[in-house]
């Protein structure tokens, strides 16, 4: 792995050197901006580090040329000149870092290490699709605020509030920020707290001994201890019972958990991330979320955009899902550029979760290796038919074939017609608030038993319906 050190003081740049040659890189020297320029149009280069005075000129505003250059490439700058307005002017050219002389030299070789491996997570330097294994793909202007930010916070334990709309992949910032962090070598443990029963969710966060409640047979480890030494990922945190909530500030105030039925507080090591799709300060207004909780978690907020926001993504978001999908089994595709163009064009409501369905869908049903514009459209013609225009004609034909196909005797027609049409409602309901029955209902306008008794009368598993989505 190749970096490029622009630095005229040969004594600061030895030391460079030697420190960036015994994390295993492969360091190329110059000292001036001339020189810069010549090796980046000659060569490629995991990461830059630069000074600012140069015998040639400043190599702050010569950072346009780097970006021309090699765009995606990360720029660590160093300086002499330790003022806010050096620092200000560094931070307004996107670099990844900072360094005011005299720095740390250790830490200045574990941020170039950091800048590669953030560099390499965004697909830098690849023309084909991006690595499975890497959890966030996209370079749109807006991801690169998200990346900088997750940069930021991998060198400590400070807690993550990850904000967005549903399916834009907070999960998978928790994970980036997990798997690129120092605690990388210890468990990632998600829980989904919308999804677990208001009566349960202390016992699954904080565990329970034996006979603490009836059915509680064995002591249970909850989520917090089994994250012990990694990352624990609090999804869906603005759905939260209120008394769980108390629970859990007292437990990132103290760093220790009681079991439920326990006596003893348990010591927990565990960096928290937590993320929710709403808005938590009219909620606090509300009464129905606490604010000292807020600011708990909202320690390094990381805002993700929606898909039709970074919609350059798209094609490298859409070859990543071919990709994924081929992994998994399904028949190896690849993506034509006016389909790319195509797919970029669509609104894209659910996000990157909608994306990564549909194109899961093309992988199975395309008859040809390569997905072109037609093929793409003909699918999404088949799923607005089966979905329902916004005009309601999709849904006067369902019901017109429903009667036409076998309706039931008289007299049952209503009742049967309700089962029929509750059932894709519920279940569209439920993935819309991802699993949350609370929510679901207050989207249908129920009551929340009523939700319960009919998921239980149509046989309706709410996580069953979310792995189908």
Same mark, same amino acid.
């Given at each position: 792995?190749?970096?490029?050190?622009?630095?005229?003081?040969?004594?600061?740049?030895?030391?460079?050197?030697?420190?960036?040659?015994?994390?295993?890189?492969?360091?190329?020297?110059?000292?001036?901006?001339?020189?810069?320029?010549?090796?980046?149009?000659?060569?490629?280069?995991k990461?830059?580090?630069?000074?600012?005075?140069?015998?040639?000129?400043?190599?702050?505003?010569?950072?346009?040329?780097?970006?021309?250059?090699?765009?995606?490439?990360?720029?660590?700058?160093?300086?002499?000149?330790?003022?806010?307005?050096?620092?200000?002017r560094?931070?307004?050219?996107?670099?990844?870092?900072?360094?005011?002389?005299?720095?740390?030299?250790?830490?200045?070789?574990?941020?170039v290490?950091?800048a590669?491996?953030?560099?390499?997570?965004?697909?830098?330097?690849?023309?084909?699709?991006?690595?499975?294994?890497?959890?966030?793909?996209?370079?749109?202007?807006?991801?690169?605020?998200?990346?900088?930010?997750i940069?930021?916070v991998? $060198?400590?334990?400070?807690?993550?509030?990850?904000?967005?709309?549903?399916?834009?992949?907070?999960?998978?910032?928790?994970?980036?920020?997990?798997?690129?962090?120092?605690?990388?070598?210890?468990p990632?443990?998600?829980?989904?707290?919308?999804?677990?029963?208001?009566?349960?969710?202390?016992?699954?966060?904080?565990?329970?001994?034996?006979?603490?409640?009836?059915?509680?047979?064995?002591?249970?480890?909850?989520?917090?201890?089994?994250?012990?030494?990694?990352?624990?990922?609090?999804?869906?945190?603005?759905?939260?019972?209120?008394?769980?909530?108390?629970?859990?500030?007292?437990?990132?105030?103290?760093?220790?958990?009681?079991?439920?039925?326990?006596?003893?507080?348990?010591?927990?090591?565990v !960096?928290?991330?937590a993320?929710?799709?709403?808005d938590?300060?009219?909620?606090?207004?509300?009464?129905?979320?606490?604010?000292?909780?807020?600011?708990?978690?909202?320690?390094?907020?990381?805002?993700?955009?929606?898909?039709r926001? $970074?919609?350059?993504?798209?094609?490298?978001?859409?070859?990543?899902?071919?990709?994924?999908?081929?992994?998994?089994?399904?028949?190896?595709?690849?993506?034509?550029?006016?389909?790319?163009?195509?797919?970029?064009?669509?609104?894209? !409501?659910?996000?990157?979760?909608?994306?990564?369905?549909?194109?899961?869908?093309?992988?199975?049903?395309?008859?040809?290796?390569?997905?072109?514009?037609?093929?793409?459209?003909?699918?999404?013609?088949?799923?607005?038919r089966?979905?329902?225009?916004?005009?309601?004609?999709?849904?006067?034909?369902?019901?017109e074939?429903?009667?036409?196909?076998?309706?039931?005797?008289?007299?049952?027609?209503?009742?049967?017609?309700?089962?029929?049409?509750?059932?894709?409602?519920?279940?569209?309901?439920?993935?819309?608030?991802?699993?949350?029955?609370? !929510?679901?209902?207050?989207?249908?306008?129920?009551? !929340?038993?009523?939700?319960?008794?009919?998921?239980?009368?149509?046989?309706?598993?709410?996580?069953?319906?979310?792995?189908?989505?």
């Amino acid at each position: 792995m190749s970096v490029l050190l622009v630095e005229d003081d040969a004594t600061i740049a030895i030391v460079i050197t030697t420190a960036l040659e015994a994390e295993g890189f492969d360091v190329v020297r110059c000292d001036s901006i001339a020189a810069r320029d010549r090796l980046l149009q000659e060569r490629r280069f995991k990461a830059l580090v630069t000074d600012v005075m140069l015998t040639d000129g400043d190599g702050i505003e010569t950072i346009g040329t780097v970006r021309a250059l090699a765009p995606d490439m990360p720029v660590i700058i160093l300086s002499a000149q330790n003022t806010l307005d050096t620092a200000v002017r560094a931070s307004d050219t996107g670099a990844f870092e900072y360094f005011p002389k005299p720095f740390d030299i250790d830490e200045l070789a574990r941020t170039v290490r950091q800048a590669v491996g953030s560099a390499s997570a965004r697909g830098e330097g690849e023309d084909e699709a991006p690595s499975v294994g890497l959890p966030l793909v996209g370079r749109s202007a807006p991801m690169q605020v998200v990346y900088r930010m997750i940069t930021r916070v991998l $060198r400590n334990d400070l807690t993550v509030l990850v904000l967005g709309e549903s399916g834009t992949g907070k999960e998978l910032v928790a994970e980036a920020i997990h798997q690129l962090g120092h605690r990388k070598d210890g468990p990632f443990v998600a829980v989904n707290t919308a999804a677990i029963p208001a009566e349960l969710i202390e016992s699954e966060l904080f565990g329970h001994e034996k006979g603490a409640f009836t059915g509680a047979v064995a002591r249970h480890i909850g989520k917090f201890e089994q994250a012990g030494g990694g990352t624990l990922f609090l999804d869906e945190i603005g759905d939260m019972p209120m008394q769980a909530q108390t629970r859990l500030l007292r437990a990132l105030q103290s760093g220790t958990v009681r079991r439920v039925g326990g006596r003893e507080e348990v010591r927990v090591d565990v !960096r928290i991330v937590a993320a929710t799709n709403r808005d938590l300060e009219p909620m606090i207004a509300a009464g129905t979320f606490r604010e000292d909780l807020f600011y708990r978690l909202n320690v390094v907020p990381i805002t993700l955009p929606a898909l039709r926001e $970074r919609a350059d993504d798209i094609p490298a978001l859409a070859r990543h899902f071919l990709t994924l999908a081929a992994a998994e089994g399904l028949p190896r595709r690849q993506l034509s550029d006016d389909g790319a163009a195509l797919l970029a064009r669509q609104p894209w !409501r659910g996000n990157v979760r909608e994306l990564r369905n549909f194109i899961y869908r093309l992988a199975l049903l395309s008859r040809e290796d390569s997905i072109d514009s037609e093929t793409i459209a003909g699918l999404i013609a088949q799923t607005r038919r089966s979905e329902g225009d916004a005009d309601g004609a999709g849904i006067d034909t369902a019901v017109e074939h429903w009667w036409s196909s076998g309706r039931p005797p008289s007299g049952q027609v209503y009742d049967a017609a309700l089962a029929a049409f509750e059932r894709p409602l519920f279940i569209a309901a439920l993935r819309e608030t991802s699993g949350n029955q609370l !929510r679901a209902a207050q989207l249908l306008g129920i009551n !929340r038993n009523t939700l319960r008794k009919r998921l239980h009368d149509l046989a309706i598993d709410p996580q069953e319906s979310l792995r189908r989505s």
